[in-house]
């Protein structure tokens, strides 16, 4: 997989670093300041339902157009006044989609912003503390950027960046998800959000399960994932069915029985939802699940 470096302008908004629509006031205090021109960059780390549509400048490289997916590492530009030569994040699974004006507030039709490609929210990892130095840590001893704002790297420099990276990471969940990044940059395995799972080929799974024995379920502490037609985790239907038989048809939220008899276990129809989601990280375990009616499940996902 081509793995490209974008340069974009630094977000010297306090705290609020690539995650947030920029207002018009922001927008011109920024944009006096920078050396380059546009602030849509300021987004690429916003997730939208999961999905983050980021910005590439003009003269991108061509063959980030190829139709591929790519992953892209984004530093900051060397000479801005502030927040400079920084590494600030990494995506993959990026898809380009050509260019694409941003709907929403007011105020981001009157700045007039775009975004060229997609990425899932569960691969996209606005780095814990910015990276120093991004510029020759990019380059190496020998490299050369060429004119543009985009670089692609060749497979040393693409380890040597990736491994930088993940030696500055600090909390457990941005480890957990720069792993599934490095995973499908190595196409070992794909992460997307839990909710665009396959179930119908678990479910058959989980029936099996249901009556097998559910004395020892260890389920999984990084449970890997496989690609199908879409992408799903990998889950232990075991897992599920011993949460399943323990609920006992009576949803952990809201102590009502499941509203009607599931033609899958025959038992009164639960969802077992993970406490800590798999794309945030979560294990796949029966201490990370409780079986809930729908009604509290989609709560506990969009309440």
Known sequence: MNVFIV????????????????????????????????????????????????????????????????????????????????????????????????????????????WHYTCPETLSLLLDE??????????????????????????????????????????????AKFKSIQNYIGRKNISIPEELEIESSFDDEVKRAINSNLSNVKGNKSPSQKEVRSFQYERDPKVVAYVLKEAEGICYDCNSEGPFISKTTGMPYLEVHHVKMLKDGGEDTVKNAVALCPNCYRKRHYG
């Open 7 to 114: 340069r974009l302008n630094p977000d010297t908004r306090d705290g609020l670093p690539y995650t947030k629509y920029p207002t018009i006031e922001e927008y011109k205090s920024i944009h006096g300041s920078s050396p380059m021109n546009g602030f849509h960059e300021a987004i690429n780390f916003k997730s939208e339902k999961g999905v983050v549509r980021g910005y590439l400048p003009p003269k991108h490289l061509s063959s980030m157009r190829d139709g591929e997916t790519f992953a892209l590492i984004t530093i900051t530009a060397k000479k801005a006044k502030e927040g400079g030569d920084l590494i600030s994040g990494i995506q993959a699974g990026c898809k380009y989609a050509g260019e694409t004006a941003r709907g929403g507030a007011n105020n981001i039709k009157e700045l007039d912003l775009v």
């Open 130 to 175: 910015p990276i120093q130095g991004a510029r020759d840590i990019v380059l190496g001893n020998k490299g050369v950027w060429v004119r543009g704002p985009t670089y692609k790297l060749d497979s040393g420099a693409a380890k040597r960046v990736l491994k930088t990276i993940e030696k500055s990471l600090k909390t457990k969940d941005s480890k």
